[in-house]
Nanobody, 123 residues
Framework: QVQLVESGGGLVQAGGSLRLSCAAS????????MAWFRQAPGKEREFVAA????????DYAVSVKGRFTISRDNAKSTLNLQMNSLKSDDTAVYYC????????????????WGQGTQVTVSS
């Protein structure tokens, strides 16, 4: 079973920072790599960042690399996303999910997503 609960979103000014958190089951954290996705109004959900279980590998979308940092605490089954230098284009609902690597990128493991957390960046 999986439980995905995102939190930490809010309204921030461009250039500001925000830290998102994702709580998941111990089973999920101990079994899979984890990732953040986001979906802006009128757009498809897109990949943001991923991290494997041992924290030895991280991957970022080009649009956020250098500004966002993904991390995880396996003992607490918590996934985090430190977001700096936020831009208006970062405005979206952010979701977390377990992922598996494929030839075309990271694929969500669970079809049932959490509520997500809204991030709104004002100009």
């Amino acid at each position: 079973q999986v439980q995905l609960v995102e939190s930490g979103g809010g309204l921030v000014q461009a250039g500001g920072s925000l830290r998102l958190s994702c709580a998941a089951s111990a089973f999920t954290f101990n079994s899979y790599a984890m990732a953040w996705f986001r979906q802006a109004p009128g757009k498809e959900r897109e990949f943001v960042a991923a991290i494997n279980w041992s924290r030895s590998t991280t991957d970022y979308a080009v649009s956020v690399k250098g500004r966002f940092t993904i991390s995880r605490d396996n003992a607490k089954s918590t996934l985090n996303l430190q977001m700096n230098s936020l831009k208006s284009d970062d405005t979206a609902v952010y979701y977390c999910n377990a992922v598996t690597g494929t030839s075309s990128g990271w694929a969500p493991k669970y079809s049932i997503w959490g509520q997500g957390t809204q991030v709104t960046v004002s100009s």
